[in-house]
Antibody, heavy 122, light 107 residues
Framework: EVQLVQSGAEVKKPGESLKISCKAS????????IAWVRQMPGKGLEWMGI????????TYSPSFQGQVTISADTSITTAYLQWNSLKASDTAMYYC???????????????WGQGTLVTVSS | DIQMTQSPSSLSASVGDRVTITCRAS??????LNWYQQKAGKAPKVLIY???SLQSGVPSRFSGSGSGTDFTLTIGSLQPEDFATYYC?????????FGGGTKVEIK
């Protein structure tokens, strides 16, 4: 089955580090981009950044550049989102999503993980 | 960054109604516009890509149109399972910004 399975919910304190994962299966991992999307409580979707699993080329939104690190491990077909020092404002649901490319270089997210809830509280 | 503005932010409609949601880009994005549906507590799901192409498995009552800066998502006859929040997303350039969302509620 083609799917993205994310790691479980996390509860952390401000200043702590965290790495959440997105395990891909059922397709050729290195042929696709994987994006991370944030959804703060009761709010909309925010595109954080994207990684090409084949060569780890990464692009970040300016809003998230320097705040998080996106990486991928092709040996275990897993993408990651990492923080070095969490803040309370990082409390949100985080989704990974696979980007597909169609005709005329159209891109869209056709496959989503179930989400990882990150709670940062002292 | 390209800004995406959706309207309305919420609407109330009845089963069987025709519903239209609009999305405006701050600059031309050709047809690089996608629509997603998100139900409460669930991950988003793509409905329309490339402004007007229906994703496989999505009911034909969903349709999209537009190019340049103005886009529309139409639900031809609203069904009970369509009550959800809808987001547009531009895929013209990074960051691939989403619109603020439109919550479709039961009247």
């Amino acid at each position: 089955e083609v799917q993205l399975v994310q790691s479980g919910a996390e509860v952390k304190k401000p200043g702590e580090s965290l790495k959440i994962s997105c395990k891909a299966s059922g397709y050729s991992f290195t042929k696709y981009w994987i994006a991370w999307v944030r959804q703060m409580p009761g709010k909309g979707l925010e595109w954080m950044g994207i990684i090409y699993a084949g060569d780890s080329e990464t692009t970040y939104s300016p809003s998230f550049q320097g705040q998080v690190t996106i990486s991928a491990d092709t040996s275990i077909t897993t993408a990651y989102l990492q923080w070095n020092s969490l803040k309370a404002s990082d409390t949100a649901m985080y989704y990974c999503a696979r980007q597909v490319t169609g005709n005329y270089a159209q891109n869209w997210f056709d496959l989503w993980g179930q989400g990882t809830l990150v709670t940062v509280s002292s | 960054d390209i800004q995406m503005t959706q309207s309305p932010s919420s609407l109330s409609a009845s089963v069987g109604d025709r519903v239209t949601i609009t999305c405006r880009a701050s600059q031309s994005i050709s047809t690089y516009l996608n629509w997603y549906q998100q139900k409460a507590g669930k991950a988003p799901k793509v409905l329309i890509y490339g402004s007007s192409s229906l994703q496989s498995g999505v009911p034909s009552r969903f349709s999209g149109s537009g190019s340049g800066t103005d886009f529309t998502l139409t639900i031809g006859s609203l069904q009970p399972e369509d009550f959800a929040t809808y987001y547009c997303q531009q895929s013209y350039s990074s960051p691939q910004v989403f619109g603020g969302g439109t919550k479709v509620e039961i009247k």
